[in-house]
Structure formats: C-alpha cells, structure tokens
T-cell receptor, first 113, second 112 residues
C-alpha cells in the first residue's frame, strides 16, 4: 500500500541546474498537488492538477513547471534552480475534490547552493 | 480570499496535561476544515476533518476538534498528551473544491 511516493528524497543542486521531482500515487486519485514548506511559512501551493492532462498555477508558481501526462504521476520541474528554491517539497493527492482531504508524500528536501 | 490563522507558533505542554491548539479561518460559505499532523522528517497525516453535522469531530490518536461558526474557529483538543504527540500541527480549509489553504502551523513540544 504505497500511497503517494516522492523521488528523490534528498537532492543538492548548484545554482542554474535543472531537475525534476517525481510524484506517483497508486490510489487512482484525480487531483494532485505540489507544495513547498519553508520555516514559519507553512505550506504554499506551487501548482496543482485536477485531472490527467490538466495543470493550474497555485500561490507560488514562478520558477517551476509541472506536467500530468498520466493520472498517477505529477512531475515538478525546476529549469534553472535558484537558492530561493531551497525548501522541502511535498506532493499530495485527493480522491476527487480537495474537500476529501489530501494524502501526502514524505517529502523531498532540496538544497540549491 | 480564504485564509487560516494559527496564532500559536510554539506550545509546550507537560506529558499527561490537556492540549488545545487554536485555528481561525476566513471563508464565506460553510467550510470544510481539516487538521493534519507532521512528525519530524515526515509528511503530513490527516487527524480529522469537518464538513457538516455534529460540530464536535473525533479523529485518530485521541484528538478531537470543535467547529464554532460564531467564532470562525476549529480548535484541536486532546485530554491527555503523550510524548509521541510532539510534532507540528496544521489547520487547513478547503478553498472551494480545488485546493486546501493551510495555516502556518503550531509546533508542539512535550516535556516529561
């Protein structure tokens, strides 16, 4: 019973490098989300998807791109990493609307030097 | 716009004592409200949720929360805390159907 799986769990990038974070869920959930968590700021929504092939911007989308080509996967890309993107990134999914609540992954700790 | 306020950044409680974590929300319609817990180095786990009916909601791990519309509050309570309850707690409100808006969290420390 995997739930929501995030890879990698840790990563160190140099400024200007690119990378992709992968989120996979095996619960047949429709909605998927990417949040970032920073001390004292709670969780801030980066992008989300309400179904396969759809994406939408959240609260802090700049510097990130996403894709949802398959229902079970939601990818978060950083094209040119900046130190301000040092954070812990969480993926979450919801059965249908957000009113069902989220299931979270265990997070990816990203450091940009 | 919807918002959630958790006024207490950090709370310290003795093991065995009661606990109340505060949450205030701003939302025009009947809210869907949630409490999540995050243990160190882990993701968030759902404790309980409210969407209608009885205003006192029971959750996992012995937690409960009470919805008070007149005060726009959804406070989390536990009669007797255990050392394993040390964690960060987040309140959230569903912003329409598409996403949750989270508070900034309350860190709970348990002292022996």
């Amino acid at each position: 019973n995997a739930g929501v799986t995030q890879t990698p769990k840790f990563r160190v990038l140099k400024t200007g490098q690119s990378m992709t974070l992968l989120c996979a869920q095996d619960m047949n959930h429709e909605y998927m989300y990417w949040y970032r968590q920073d001390p004292g700021m709670g969780l801030r929504l980066i992008h989300y998807s309400v179904g396969e092939g759809t994406t939408a911007k959240g609260e802090v989308p700049d510097g990130y791109n996403v894709s949802r080509l398959k229902k079970q996967n939601f990818l978060l890309g950083l094209e040119s990493a900046a130190p301000s993107q040092t954070s812990v990134y969480f993926c979450a999914s919801s059965y249908a609307t957000a009113t069902y609540g989220y299931t979270f992954g265990s997070g990816t700790r990203l450091t940009v030097v | 716009a919807q918002s959630v306020t958790q006024p207490d950044i950090h709370i310290t409680v003795s093991e065995g004592a009661s606990l109340e974590l505060r949450c205030n929300y701003s939302y025009g319609a009947t809210p869907y409200l949630f409490w999540y817990v995050q243990s160190p180095g882990q993701g968030l786990q759902l404790l309980l949720k409210y969407f209608s009916g009885d205003t006192l909601v029971q959750g996992i791990k012995g937690f409960e929360a009470e919805f008070k519309r007149s005060q726009s509050s959804f406070n989390l309570r536990k009669p007797s805390v255990h050392w394993s309850d040390a964690a960060e707690y987040f309140c959230a409100v569903a912003s329409g159907n598409e996403k949750l808006t989270f508070g900034t969290g309350t860190r709970l420390t348990i002292i022996p």
